[in-house]
C-alpha cells in the first residue's frame, strides 16, 4: 500500500504505526476502500496543558469506551500516538466510515470539553501506508455532517459541481425504439442514505422513460422488454448523463456515485468499452468512485456468466451492484459472484402494503450474507426507511420526482 512521495501535500501527514497495526492492514483492502481513519484528541491535550500527562490515561480510558460503543467488535481500534487513534471498519467505507469517526470525536469533545468546536473536529483518511507509516489527508469535517441524512437530491454536493447548462444538456434524451414508439429519458438523483451512521453514502443515477404518445411512465418490466439495442441506448444515455457528475463525486469525503445499466449491454464487450469509453468517465474516475448496478439479474441470469461479467466490471469500477426482484431464486449463486451490493427497487414492489411489507423482510432476509451492501431503494416516503431497518438491510433510498410528474405507469 505504498504512496509516492510526489502525492504529499499540505493537507497530508505521516504518522508512524505500530508493528501489530501495519500487519493488520497488510494485504487488506481497507485503505483502498476508505475504511481507515484517524481521530485526534490534541483538542483536549491543548486544553489539559500542564495536566496532560496526569489526565491522558482518563481520556485515553474515555475514547475506548467510545470506540466499542460505535464500532462491531472485528473492526480494528488501536491508539497510536498519545493523542490519536487508529480506526478501521469492515463494514463501512468512504462517508459512512467517516461519519462514525466524526460521531465518536464528538461525544468524546462533548463529554471532556463541555461542547464542541468545529476545528476541533480533527479527523483524518489513511490513504496509503510507506515505511512503517501512515499517510493521511486531512477530512473536511463539515462536508461529513451535512451529509448527515442527506434526502433531497437539489441540494446534493455532486450536482453542485455540475453546470446547470451542462446537466440540462443531457436531460432529457428522447429517441424512437426499433418498434417505432417514442420514448423520452428524464434523469433524477437518489440518495443512497446509510440506516446505521445515517448519512448519505452513494448518489444513484435514475433514468425515467416515458411514452410520449401516451405520456405514461414506462415501469422497470416494460423497458427490460425492449430490444438489446434500445436497452444500449439508454444505457448509453444514462452513462453520459452520470459522466457528468463523476468528477464531483470523486474525493475522500463525498459520496459514491452509482450508475444503473443492463446486464445486456455491460455482459458484451462492446457494452464494456462503452462504459470505459465514455467521454468524462476515465479509468481513474470509474475506479476512484464509481459503482455499476446490473439491473436486470432474475433467476435466469447464468451464474457463471454473472461471475464472469461482474469480475470484469470490478476491474474497472469500484464495484458492481445487482438489481433483483423480490424472488428468493434470483438470490441462488449470487454470493460467489461477490458483489459490493444487492439492491431491491420499490417499483419492483406491488400489492397491498402487508405483502409489500413481507417482501422487504424477506428480501432483507434472503440478501444476509450475500453482499456487503443491501439497498432498498426508489422509495415513495420516508416513512419505509423504518421497514427498511427493521429488515436488517443497511442502506435506503428516496425516489425522486419525475421530472414530468407524471403518476400513471404503462401496463407491464
Avoid at 6 to 12: F, G, L, M, S
Avoid at 124 to 135: D, M, P, Q
Avoid at 314 to 329: M, Q, S, Y
Avoid at 357 to 371: P, S
Amino acid at each position: 500500500m505504498p504512496i509516492d512521495s510526489h502525492d504529499q501535500d499540505d493537507a497530508t501527514q505521516r504518522l508512524a504505526l505500530p508493528a501489530p497495526v501495519l500487519h493488520r492492514l497488510a494485504g487488506s483492502d481497507l485503505i483502498a476502500r476508505g475504511s481507515v481513519n484517524v481521530i485526534s484528541v490534541k483538542a483536549i491535550r491543548a486544553w489539559a496543558g500542564d495536566w496532560w500527562m496526569q489526565k491522558r490515561g482518563d481520556v485515553w480510558t474515555y475514547v475506548e469506551r467510545k470506540l466499542s460503543e460505535h464500532l462491531d467488535r472485528t473492526d480494528m481500534r488501536a491508539r497510536i500516538s498519545d493523542s490519536e487513534f487508529l480506526i478501521a471498519m469492515n463494514s463501512d467505507q468512504g462517508l459512512a466510515a467517516q461519519a462514525t469517526s466524526v460521531r465518536i470525536l464528538e461525544d468524546v469533545l462533548t463529554h471532556l470539553l463541555g461542547s464542541v468546536d468545529l476545528n476541533d473536529l480533527g479527523i483524518s483518511s489513511v490513504i496509503g501506508v510507506n515505511n512503517g507509516e501512515a499517510i493521511c489527508r486531512r477530512i473536511d469535517a463539515a462536508t461529513v455532517l451535512a451529509a448527515r441524512a442527506r434526502r433531497d437530491s437539489n441540494r446534493s454536493p455532486v450536482r453542485r459541481a455540475v453546470e446547470p447548462a451542462d446537466e440540462a444538456r443531457r436531460s432529457p434524451v428522447a429517441f424512437t425504439t426499433a418498434g417505432g414508439a417514442a420514448l423520452r429519458v428524464d434523469f433524477t438523483l437518489e440518495h443512497v442514505v446509510s440506516l446505521r451512521r445515517n448519512v448519505a453514502t452513494a448518489i444513484r443515477i435514475e433514468p425515467m422513460v416515458t411514452h410520449l404518445g401516451s405520456g405514461r411512465q414506462a415501469t422497470a418490466r416494460a423497458v427490460s422488454r425492449l430490444p438489446d439495442r434500445d436497452i444500449a441506448f439508454i444505457d448509453e444515455a444514462t452513462l453520459k448523463f452520470g459522466a457528468l457528475f463523476a468528477r464531483g463525486a470523486q474525493g475522500h469525503n463525498v459520496p459514491d456515485l452509482i450508475l444503473p445499466a443492463s446486464f445486456r449491454t455491460l455482459g458484451t464487450q462492446r457494452g464494456r468499452d462503452m462504459l470505459t469509453g465514455t467521454p468524462g468517465l476515465s479509468l481513474a474516475l470509474l475506479r476512484g468512485g464509481v459503482m455499476i448496478e446490473l439491473v436486470d439479474i432474475t433467476r435466469g441470469t447464468p451464474s457463471g456468466r454473472l461471475i464472469e461479467v461482474v469480475g470484469l466490471l470490478k476491474a474497472l469500477t469500484r464495484g458492481v451492484i445487482a438489481r433483483v426482484p423480490p424472488e428468493k431464486d434470483a438470490l441462488r449463486g449470487l454470493k460467489e459472484a461477490r458483489l459490493a451490493g444487492l439492491a431491491l427497487d420499490a417499483s419492483d414492489l406491488v400489492g397491498p402494503a402487508e405483502k409489500v411489507a413481507m417482501e422487504i423482510m424477506n428480501f432483507g432476509r434472503d440478501a444476509k450474507g450475500l453482499a456487503p451492501i443491501t439497498i432498498l431503494q426508489g422509495l415513495p416516503a420516508e416513512g419505509y426507511f423504518a421497514a427498511a431497518d427493521t429488515a436488517g438491510l443497511t442502506h435506503a433510498a428516496l425516489r425522486a420526482t419525475n421530472p414530468l410528474a407524471i403518476k400513471s405507469t404503462v401496463a407491464a
